[in-house]
């Protein structure tokens, strides 16, 4: 019989810290930042604000950055309440439903940046 491997999927630094800081805000419900996960050239870099500066923005609105995945207040409550409370359970139904937000996201992406 053959085994089964489990799927792995190896993320970058970037990712992996928007995924936990992300994940700790749904936990906390904590909504007094932006959390950005950015795209310099291949490489993601995690970015937690309370607004994105101008700077920033311009280079986004340029297509210099792309910006893959976006959590503001809404999504960040709306993932606190379905998660239905702060222990094991809820936090890996946060982990997974922040992982579908990003796929999606990175779909969007593509089809806007091109790639």
Known sequence: MAKMMAKTMILQKGERDYIN???QA???CDVSNEHWLLDYDGVLK???CKVIDAALEAQINSGKIKARCY???FLIRNFHYKAGG???LSK???KKAVKAVISHGKKTALAVYGR
Do not use: H, R
């Open 92 to 94: 890996q139904w946060a």
């Open 46 to 48: 995690y970015k937690a």
């Open 71 to 73: 959590f503001g207040e």
């Open 21 to 23: 800081g992300v994940v």
């Open 86 to 88: 702060t222990d094991d």
């Open 26 to 28: 749904i936990m906390d």
